[in-house]
């Protein structure tokens, strides 16, 4: 058994995984012989004697004492050069196998001098015996030698098949690895670790090795290594190394090369002109951790970011100081761009969009008009699209005439003041079109949103799926949904019942005991900010905040509630 040829030099797995089988013409195991390349009749008949006596010390055993002592005693007799090297590999390995790699590497050199001077005068040298020469070389040179030599042993033994393919990973692994080539040996190691039993010292080491070594390492290093990998546990490890969730069917050793941070910072506003959802904001994450913690303990860390970038970098300073290795928040794109100048990009998971090259939880502003415009192109030619004179609604009117869902809807925008609450005049306006079919589509949170649907309803139109008119002509409505709470959809605000939504965040099956716990601890369910917070979290704890890709979900308002866009 090896600890990464530290121990021993003979790596052999006894379970398998599923990459591991070999094709037909690779052993597993290599039967190695006492007498690699020397057959009796080609030892003089006066050395017969001392050459069994040398055999017979090896298959007792190849590291005792006795070992070297047969082959000094053969050696003292000067015997021919093929049997000498012969000798002298006998020795080199019983050097080797006693953790004497300095010995063990001068005596190999000198029996492959000895091989070098048959080959220049003409004499056949027989390849067992290079192999097994070449095998103890290579594998003191990897444990305590020349690493860059070692590589180049190793390459020659792969070419004759000379070492058990564990063997070889692992000692590629570990050369690659002393060698400080970082990206290589990450290869080798997850390639040697989809050969080892699970329970062996090996598997442990090669697995702490692959964590080492992918830590730091930049993203788009490893996702050029997956090509490279030897079989696909070995590959599936570097994707989950990116955080990619391997999935229910791959082995535990896979699932474990998914970084799992020990320490989770939150780095929300408590203070300052942002705090104004600050209570919420630690609600969310007080719930979530009581959920989180259930699974596996993280330490949580918490710092005020203040409302400034000035605050913002203190505190990122200070959380970073304390090991946070993710952080949730920071709020606003200045202070994202602050904390990332002291941390990096890839450390920060913001409760929202993702902001200033920082991932974010919620599908940008643009993707969720997108979303929404294009579910309504599936039965619509026409929308009307309601957007206030703001950067929110330049930025909707902006993805959505850039888009090539112009080719599929026609598009007619209607601008209103940002605090307008009087509707009637911009509803007479598109009140014909919709009677004739156009969708109608509102980039507003819901207060607004509510407004405007009621101008529609009085108007003498309903919304299309809604259960409150049963007259008139339908009309179907989509909105941006901001500030999605249970109570902004419950069924006091019955006008939204059948309006189609693109929230930054919805309620479903993944947030149940999210929101049980929240209600049990603050006596209403979470709204949409909360459920970002609680996302967030989530996928800090599960090691997914580096490979979050969030999309745009849509649903629609039902009796009180949301529910899924496909459901009844």
Not at 43 to 53: H, N, Q, S
Not at 55 to 78: G, I
Not at 541 to 560: D, F, H, I, K, M
């Amino acid at each position: 058994m090896v600890v990464a040829l530290l121990a021993a030099p003979l790596i052999i797995s006894c379970k398998p995984s599923r990459a591991s089988s070999p094709p037909g013409d690779e052993p597993e195991e290599i039967e190695r012989s006492t007498s690699p390349g020397v057959t009796l009749d080609a030892v003089p008949d006066g050395l017969r004697d001392k050459w069994k006596a040398l055999v017979a010390a090896r298959e007792d055993d190849r590291s005792a004492p006795a070992v070297t002592e047969a082959a000094d005693a053969l050696l003292a007799d000067e015997p021919p050069a093929l049997l000498r090297a012969g000798a002298l590999e006998a020795k080199a390995e019983g050097a080797y196998l006693r953790g004497e790699d300095a010995d063990a590497i001068a005596l190999a050199d000198e029996a492959l001098g000895l091989l070098d001077g048959l080959e220049s005068a003409g004499e056949e040298v027989p390849e067992a015996l290079q192999v097994a020469i070449h095998r103890a070389l290579g594998l003191a040179l990897v444990r305590s030698g020349d690493p860059f030599r070692a590589v180049e042993v190793l390459d020659r033994l792969d070419g004759w098949k000379g070492l058990e393919r564990e063997l070889s990973r692992g000692a590629r692994a570990v050369a690659l690895d002393r060698k400080g080539d970082r990206e290589g040996a990450l290869v080798a190691f997850v390639g040697w670790r989809e050969l080892l039993a699970d329970d062996s010292p090996d598997a442990a080491y090669a697995e702490a090795r692959v964590s080492a070594l992918a830590r730091g390492l930049e993203r788009a290093r490893i996702e050029a290594l997956v090509e490279r990998a030897p079989g696909p546990d070995a590959a599936d490890c570097l994707r989950a190394a990116l955080g990619v969730d391997p999935g229910d069917q791959a082995p535990a050793w896979v699932a474990r090369c998914r970084p799992l941070p020990t320490r989770i910072g939150i780095l929300l506003p408590r203070s300052g002109k942002l705090a104004a959802l600050a209570d919420q904001q630690f609600a969310a994450a007080s719930a979530a951790v009581a959920v989180l913690g259930k699974e596996r303990p993280v330490s949580v860390l918490w710092r005020d970011s203040g409302s400034s970038t000035t605050t913002t970098k203190a505190a990122a300073d200070a959380i970073i100081a304390d090991g946070a290795e993710v952080i949730i928040g920071p709020v606003g794109v200045g202070n994202v761009r602050a904390a990332v100048q002291v941390g990096g990009q890839a450390r920060f998971l913001i409760p929202g969009e993702g902001l200033a090259s920082a991932r974010g939880v919620a599908a940008s502003l643009e993707q969720r008009a997108l979303a929404l415009v294009g579910e309504v192109a599936k039965t619509h030619a026409r929308a009307a699209v309601f957007v206030p004179d703001n950067g929110y609604g330049k930025r909707v009117r902006k993805a959505l005439e850039s888009s090539a869902m112009q080719a599929s809807v026609t598009l007619s925008f209607v601008s209103y003041s940002p605090g307008e609450k009087s509707f009637g005049k911009l509803m007479g306006g598109v009140s014909g079109e919709l009677e004739k079919g156009s969708a109608l589509v509102i980039a507003d949170a819901l207060p607004r949103t509510e407004l405007i649907v009621r101008q529609m309803r009085r108007a003498g139109m309903r919304v299309a799926g809604g259960r409150v008119d049963s007259e008139g002509p339908e009309v179907l409505v989509a909105s941006m949904g901001e500030g999605l709470s249970p109570d902004a959809v419950s069924t006091k605000h019955d006008s939204l019942d059948g309006v189609i939504l693109a929230p930054a965040a919805a309620p479903d099956a993944s947030s149940r005991a999210f929101e049980d716990q929240y209600l049990a601890q603050q006596g209403e369910l979470p709204d949409d900010q909360a459920l970002l917070v609680w996302r967030a979290l989530s996928a800090a704890w599960s090691g997914a905040s580096g490979t979050l890709e969030p999309e745009a979900e849509l649903v629609r308002v039902q009796g009180g509630r949301v529910v899924a866009l496909q459901a009844p």
